[in-house]
């Protein structure tokens, strides 16, 4: 079974509040089993235009695993806590599997 990764270009515009999103989100990735892989990290762009304001990077042990995690009601109660605060672009890959 394949790892599957969360990678997030998160962009908001108040600060304060997302600190409770992150707070719930954090528990809400521990509780499925998730591993932050980046999150917030300074990064360098080598080619193209993408300018994240945030990039995080999320590991799951499956696609399914990561599916239940942002299903899950944790991670909606995170959601709800940065509802008109920012906006996430958002996609769930699965890793290289030889």
Do not use: C, N
Not at 19 to 29: D, F, T
Not at 48 to 67: C, H
């Amino acid at each position: 079974m394949a790892k599957a990764y969360l990678v997030v270009d998160a962009k908001s515009t108040d600060p304060e509040r997302m600190i409770e999103y992150r707070r719930l989100s954090s528990i809400a990735v521990e509780q499925h089993g998730g591993r932050f892989l980046v999150r917030g990290a300074p990064y360098e762009v080598l080619e193209g235009g993408w300018l994240p304001q945030r990039l995080v990077v999320i590991e799951f042990d499956s696609r399914e695993k990561a599916k239940a995690f942002y299903d899950s009601p944790e991670y909606v109660a995170a959601r709800k806590a940065r509802a008109g605060v920012s906006s996430f672009d958002m996609v769930l890959v699965e890793g290289y599997s030889t």
